[in-house]
């Protein structure tokens, strides 16, 4: 993998950017890309999971009652709400299942 060190003036974050837009998928280790699929497939399991707990249908109830820019999807429930609301909606899900990184029996890697 390409060593990324600042250039001339650049500040950390330039850098950053830098490696970030100049990082190709063919550039990763094995293990990272094999991580990065489980941990999304995880993500997306719990969001699943969690998207009809208690307390998720009040939140996406409130989302599509305030209405606006139908910009995103809203998934498990259907019509487009704006993305801030989108996010409002989905935030919970995977959280709703208590499935974040410090629940001992879950195992996750990491809070989405």
Do not use: W
Not at 19 to 25: F, K, N, W
Not at 69 to 97: D, H, I, K, S
Request: charged share 20%; glycine share 10%.
């Amino acid at each position: 993998m390409t060593k990324f060190v600042q250039q001339g003036v650049e500040d950390t974050m330039a850098t950053l950017c830098r490696m970030a837009l100049q990082t190709q998928y063919a550039d990763l280790p094995a293990d990272v890309v094999r991580h990065v699929k489980l941990t999304l497939l995880d993500a997306m399991g719990v969001t699943i999971g969690g998207s009809a707990m208690e307390g998720i249908p009040t939140i996406v109830s409130l989302v599509k009652e305030r209405g606006g820019n139908p910009q995103t999807p809203l998934p498990f429930y259907g019509r487009r709400v704006p993305a801030n609301e989108a996010a409002l909606a989905l935030g919970p899900m995977p959280r709703a299942m208590d499935c974040g990184d410090l629940h001992e029996e879950a195992g996750h890697s990491d809070s989405f």
